[in-house]
Antibody, heavy 119, light 107 residues
Framework: QVQLQESGPGLVKPSETLSLTCTVTGGSVNSGSYHWSWIRQPPGKGLEWIGYINYSGNTNYNPSLKSRVTISVNMSKKQFSLMLNSVTAADTAVYYC???????????WGQGTLVTVSS | IVLTQSPATLSLSPGERATLSCRASESVSSYLAWYQQKPGQAPRLLIFDASNRATGIPARFSGSGSGTDFTLTISSLEPEDFAVYYCQQRSNWPPGIFGGGTKVEIK
């Protein structure tokens, strides 16, 4: 059974870089149709799509975050990562990783990790 | 592209039928999904590409629509169905955008 797990610091200082990793266990990532996504949810609010990377390494980012976001994948380690730079308090949220096959719609999700931006 | 969900809150009793709407600002063909999210949990994919139930999703959940107007129907609400529901599209730029959500609460 495929499982995803986010990892990374729970507290990031303003203006610094938020860095999270999602590790995939229990399944293969060697498919040409996978999409690996990051989504976030500020406390008490709705879901915000951050972006995704596919098996070919192509990325798509939310235009509102594009200048600050990088998503990458390391298939040999079965991990994909999120970097969000120049963070502010508005970036405080639960961050989810998700994996979609064969489309970007998330069949599998991590449990989410709360990242707080504060000095 | 913008996805608008209505109503924001739906107050119903167990056993009743729930009808949730998602309207896109431009056509997304049939490339729309529905998710369920319970407090403290990650979203769960219910429906993909407008009308296809994801693996393990009960038959009381159904999706319909195409173009700009989509509906998620729960034929008879079970106690575990009270949650927040989101739609998401993958057709137009930017792909992956979510709607604002509909909360289905117990009346």
């Amino acid at each position: 059974q495929v499982q995803l797990q986010e990892s990374g610091p729970g507290l990031v200082k303003p203006s610094e870089t938020l860095s999270l990793t999602c590790t995939v266990t229990g399944g293969s990532v060697n498919s040409g149709s996978y999409h690996w996504s990051w989504i976030r949810q500020p406390p008490g609010k709705g879901l915000e799509w951050i972006g995704y990377i596919n098996y070919s390494g192509n990325t798509n980012y939310n235009p509102s975050l594009k200048s600050r976001v990088t998503i990458s994948v390391n298939m040999s380690k079965k991990q994909f990562s999120l970097m969000l730079n120049s963070v502010t308090a508005a970036d405080t949220a639960v961050y989810y990783c998700a994996m979609g096959l064969p489309t970007l719609f998330g069949n599998y999700w991590g449990q989410g990790t709360l990242v707080t931006v504060s000095s | 592209i913008v996805l608008t969900q209505s109503p924001a809150t739906l107050s119903l009793s167990p056993g009743e039928r729930a009808t949730l709407s998602c309207r896109a600002s431009e056509s997304v063909s049939s490339y729309l999904a529905w998710y369920q999210q319970k407090p403290g949990q990650a979203p769960r994919l219910l429906i993909f590409d407008a009308s296809n139930r994801a693996t393990g999703i009960p038959a009381r959940f159904s999706g319909s629509g195409s173009g700009t107007d989509f509906t998620l129907t729960i034929s008879s609400l079970e106690p575990e169905d009270f949650a927040v529901y989101y739609c998401q599209q993958r057709s137009n730029w930017p792909p992956g955008i979510f709607g604002g959500g509909t909360k289905v609460e117990i009346k």
